[in-house]
């Protein structure tokens, strides 16, 4: 088996011939736990305990540091995005869960839906002008019909 580690910005690179279920941990014999692989930001990229169980998460390079992708040991794997701002706009997981958003220029958020079925929709409504002469075609009546009361 092979594993790969890496950060986005390429600088941490692992490929180690490993024997089939063996950690990283296990296969360089290692007796210090917690066990970790960090990012030249100091981030942690890896992580195994004593027990092997471990997980491994991929961050976005941008000055926020977000997530991008996790794993572990036991099968869950999140993953996420981004828009330009470091704003989370999607989300989906191994559990069958997703959750889309969108956001205001602001980064508020303006719409969510999400896999149970939820929606919050705060997006803003069009707001329709119309003349007299436009409410008396779409009644079907003289212009002269139409008023405006208060």
Do not use: H
């Not at 926020?64 to 989300?91: H, L, P, Q, T, V």
């Not at 980064?107 to 069009?126: A, H, N, Q, V």
Request: hydrophobic share 30%.
């Amino acid at each position: 088996m092979y594993v790969r580690l890496e950060s986005r910005n390429k600088e941490i690179q692992y490929n180690i011939a490993m024997k089939d279920k063996q950690t990283i941990a296990q296969f360089l014999k290692v007796k210090d736990f917690p066990f970790k692989f960090k990012d030249k930001n100091g981030e942690v990229i890896y992580f195994e305990d004593s027990n092997g169980y471990w997980c491994k998460r991929e961050r976005e390079c941008d000055i926020k540091g977000n997530e991008i992708y996790f794993e572990d040991s036991n099968g869950y794997w999140a993953k996420r995005e981004y828009d330009i701002k470091g704003n989370e706009i999607y989300r989906e997981d191994s559990d069958g869960y997703w959750c889309k958003i969108e956001r205001d220029d602001k980064g508020g958020l303006i719409y969510c839906e999400d896999s149970k079925g939820t929606i919050i929709d705060k997006r803003p409504k069009p707001i329709i002008e119309l003349t007299l002469e436009d409410i008396a075609k779409l009644k079907g009546v003289d212009v002269s019909q139409v008023r405006i009361k208060e």
